[in-house]
């Protein structure tokens, strides 16, 4: 079992930046695959970046150049650095682990508004 608990998200302006936190139950080092997706209203879960136990990562088009996930090992945890952020980029966003089968958090919303 992985419980993970995002945290971060809020209010931005267009061209502003957020950074969101994964916290996981249990070691990281040992998952798969960590990574952030995405859900807006009236759309499907979209995926916004993964990455591997190597560090290797993948971006969806959207967001490539803006955004850059990263793991701390330490500290159990999945960041998601968001930069120059855009209105189309509000959403909830969700946290994924990868260990035997899929484990999702509870979701942050992220607002992108003048």
């Known amino acids: 079992q992985v419980q993970l608990v995002e945290s971060g998200g809020g209010l931005v302006q267009p061209g502003g930046s957020l950074r969101l936190s994964c916290a996981a139950s249990?070691?990281?080092?040992?998952?798969?695959?960590m990574g952030w997706f995405r859900q807006a209203p009236g759309k499907q879960r979209e995926l916004v970046a993964t990455i591997v136990g190597g560090g290797s990562t993948n971006y969806t088009d959207s967001v490539k150049g803006r955004f850059t996930i990263s793991r701390d090992n330490a500290k159990n945890t999945v960041y998601l650095q968001m930069n120059t952020l855009k209105p189309e980029d509000t959403a909830v966003y969700y946290c994924?682990?990868?260990?035997?089968?899929?484990?999702w958090g509870q979701g942050t919303q992220v607002t992108v508004s003048s």
């Open positions: 249990k070691s990281i080092f040992s998952i798969n695959v």
């Open positions: 994924y682990a990868l260990y035997f089968k899929a484990y």
